[in-house]
């Protein structure tokens, strides 16, 4: 988050409390908000989804006393005023503002919005600040199914990628058996102030990219920043009967909480490819299966594919087009009984062209059906139609 989101952002606005409200005013809100817009609470709803996110990011810094202090100091000093020009002559000095956090940034790259950033990072970055639990941050991935094993469950295995702290320099970023200088620059402070006019300012000192550190000799590892990225695979279940893009929540799969505090969820969002002849609906399977006019009106059975063999369908003389058999358990069989059955629907086919002697066959029963209707109500509208 910038520091230009941050202070424009009305975190109290956000969670519908006033900004003196009481820590335990604001941890109520948000419980009550966190439960109502939670994405297990409203599946594929992209507003709720990002509400939830919104209070959660408020909640995150005003539900932390020293973050809320440091949010309402910000706010109360620029007051949303950083777009609009400092106005006023009266110079500032961020170094001042939150004087007792410098040393701690991590980040290179400079601006403001990496000074904040680090602020309230920090407890993350590790450096040596006091860190407090936090529960870790949940984690979206996705994974693609065939149908068939979207129908039956599947084993996958997930590969996960996750920033952590560097194991060879445990986050120094400096080569084991070195250790970081400070920088000569900044003093160490990883600011440097600067003058315009009548405002001072203070902005990362680019010697040491706003970490306050030199580092000579980096870690071979993590190229210096102390922070690399970590792979690991985990095997998950996924129940049969998944649907396309259906998230499933895996508990305590996500990135791992500091100190102690809980791991975060992984969600798995799950793709599937759909089959060439089957369909789903539910828990049912559809198929549609073509058949000739004489099959429906003769009677005949059928062999038809199923996901693991076949099976036979007998259908009797006189059968409309459109129907739907039911062939009982041959659909999604789920462990909570909730199991589904395969849907055929028959669907009349007509010949494009016609040998000879169907042509003939098709004429002499044509003509022996002449006297039959198959649409007498159409034909009564119709007439009546014609007399008015
Ligand atoms: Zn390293
Ligand atoms: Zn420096």
């Known amino acids: 988050m910038s520091a230009r989101d941050w202070i424009d952002k009305d975190f109290y606005r956000e969670l519908g409390v006033s900004s003196d409200a009481s ?60 777009r609009g020009g400092f106005g006023g002559g009266s110079g500032f000095d961020f170094g001042d503002a939150f004087g007792g956090q410098q040393g701690g940034f991590t980040a290179g790259g400079g601006g403001l919005g990496d000074l904040f950033g680090n602020l309230f990072n920090r407890a993350k970055s590790g450096g040596g600040t006091t860190a407090r639990p936090r529960r870790g941050a949940d984690v979206e991935t996705d994974v693609r199914l065939d149908f068939v094993e979207a129908v039956r469950g599947a084993t996958v295995p997930l ?5 952590s702290t560097c194991d060879t320099c445990h986050g120094s970023g400096a080569r084991p058996g070195s250790s970081p200088k400070t920088c ?18 203070s902005e990362p000192c680019r010697d040491c990219r706003g970490t306050g550190r030199i580092i000579d000799d980096p870690c071979p590892d993590c190229a210096g920043e102390g922070v690399n990225t970590k792979t690991r695979t985990l095997t998950v279940r996924i129940p049969a009967g998944v649907e396309d893009e259906q998230r499933i929540r895996l508990a305590g799969q996500g990135e791992p909480g500091r100190s102690g505090a809980p791991a975060g969820d992984l969600y798995v969002r799950v793709h599937v490819t759909p089959h060439p002849v089957f369909g789903r609906s539910g828990n049912d399977l559809t198929l549609k299966v073509p058949v000739s006019y004489t099959e429906l009106a003769l009677g005949t059975t059928l062999t038809v594919p199923t996901l693991d063999g076949v099976v036979s369908l007998n259908v009797a003389p006189g059968t409309a087009s459109g129907r739907v058999l039911r062939v009982r358990g041959k659909g999604v069989q789920r462990r909570d009984g909730q199991s589904g059955h395969l849907l055929v629907t028959l669907q009349v086919t007509v010949p494009a062209d016609l040998d000879d002697d169907a042509r003939t066959a098709l004429e002499a029963y044509a003509k022996a059906t002449a006297t039959h209707d198959p649409r007498p109500e159409l034909t009564a509208l119709v007439q009546k139609a014609r007399q008015s």
């Open 159 to 163: 590969r996960l990628s996750s920033p």
């Open 23 to 82: 820590d335990a005013e604001v941890k109520k809100a948000y419980r009550k908000l966190a439960r109502e817009l939670h994405p297990d609470a409203n599946p594929g709803n992209a507003d709720a989804e990002a509400r939830f996110k919104s209070v959660s990011e408020a909640y995150g810094v005003v539900g932390d006393p020293e973050k809320r202090k440091q949010y309402d100091e910000a706010r109360s000093m620029f007051g949303g005023g950083l």
């Open 184 to 201: 000569v620059t900044c003093g160490g402070v990883g600011l440097v102030s600067r003058s315009q006019g009548a405002f001072a300012f």
